[in-house]
């Protein structure tokens, strides 16, 4: 329509052109697609080295956090991981030999988290780490945290670094003890947190409940927790998830993760039963550690907020 030729007047008299590259810009983002799935994927590495105990739930949550990854398409995983049981760390008598995976555990975790290697990462996952860990340089670790980076824990994180207070420090709390697997109903503590804005007043879940000490309720902005204690029903405060800050990063931590069933939809114990989490729960929890690892990345809003202060 003539009108339309008149009052389409533009800057330095190029209406064509610069309508051209309006409606480039507008196109950039699909549909559907949100700005943080539009944006260059962030770098993540998945550690699952463990000098104590190991759980038999740790190739599930590895694969698991791959999934996620690819499904999302917001960031991608590397691994540190050195199966305690593989056959090349055995002796010749079959048995598993201490030294050689020790060795090994060192070998990957210099590969990945020295000072250098981690400057290509924007989070770090400790999936169900546990003991005194070899690390390069543990300090630098806790600056390049310091610094914006983020910290995922999962489950037995906190089982790991009993002595070095500044990863105490940093993740907010020390595994102490826990008693049988039990069916419990989490408080939900924040809705708006992308870790649970998909759960109810209250999420019911069957899993090994971690008991903490070196915790200050004070410290964290708390995500999860128990008003008893999980297995004697003793009223108190039972802390299962939280996010904090650590200098300029964020840092989330989840005690859930002990069982293949939480991780995973899809898992039986090969007879076709062992389940005590629905699928639908797995799944839940999924939601929960995404939601957590990408608040960690900064690609979720949400404030850490402590008593009498806001923290962006």
Known sequence: MNSMKTNLILPFGRPAVIASLVLASLSVVPVGVSLAQAQTPKH???????????????????????????????????????????????????????????????????EKMSPAALKKYDAVIFANTTGELPLPDREAFMDWIKSGKGFVGMHSATDTFHNYPPFVEMIGGTFKSHGAQVEV??????????????????????????????FDRAKVHGLLTLDKEPNNKTPGDY??????????????????????????????????????????????????????????????????????????
């Open 44 to 110: 993540v590495l998945v550690v699952t080295t463990t000098t104590g105990f190991r759980h038999s739930s740790i190739p599930t949550a590895e694969k698991v956090i791959g999934d996620l990854a690819k499904r999302t398409g917001v960031f991608t995983v590397e691994y540190a991981r050195v199966e305690n049981n593989d056959p090349q760390y055995r002796g010749a008598d079959g048995k598993p030999d201490r030294a050689k995976y020790e060795a090994a555990i060192k070998a990957v975790l210099a």
């Open 185 to 214: 109903d989490a408080i939900n503590q924040d809705k708006s947190c992308a870790a649970c804005r998909h759960l109810g007043d209250t999420w019911t879940v069957f899993d090994e409940i971690y008991l903490f000490k070196n």
């Open 239 to 312: 802390p299962i998830a939280w996010i904090k800050e650590y200098g300029k990063g964020r840092v989330f931590y989840t005690s859930l993760g002990h069982r293949e069933d939480i991780w995973d939809a899809e898992w039986n114990d090969g007879r076709g039963g062992g389940r005590k989490n629905s699928p639908e729960i797995s799944r839940q929890y999924q939601e929960h550690i995404l939601g957590g690892i990408k608040w960690a990345l900064g690609l979720e809003p949400g404030e850490v907020r402590l008593p009498g202060t806001t923290i962006p």
